[in-house]
């Protein structure tokens, strides 16, 4: 189980782009693309002046 842990570490994540459409309380609705998204998914959003806001 070690193993394999340590090769999930050495995995590179994905960066894929979109942007916020809306936002409804905690809900952030995106747009982009759909077949790299999904529920429960983590992302993390940027904000214009450089900071980035976790958000799953």
């Not at 995995?11 to 459409?21: F, H, M, P, T």
């Not at 995106?30 to 958000?55: D, F, K, N, Q, Y």
């Amino acid at each position: 189980m070690k193993a394999l842990a340590e090769q999930i570490v050495d995995l590179d994540s994905a960066e894929i782009y979109g942007r916020v459409v809306g936002v409804r309380g905690l809900m952030v609705e995106v747009a982009g693309p759909i077949h790299a998204m999904s529920v429960g998914a983590r992302l993390s959003i940027e904000t214009g002046v450089g900071a980035a806001i976790p958000a799953r």
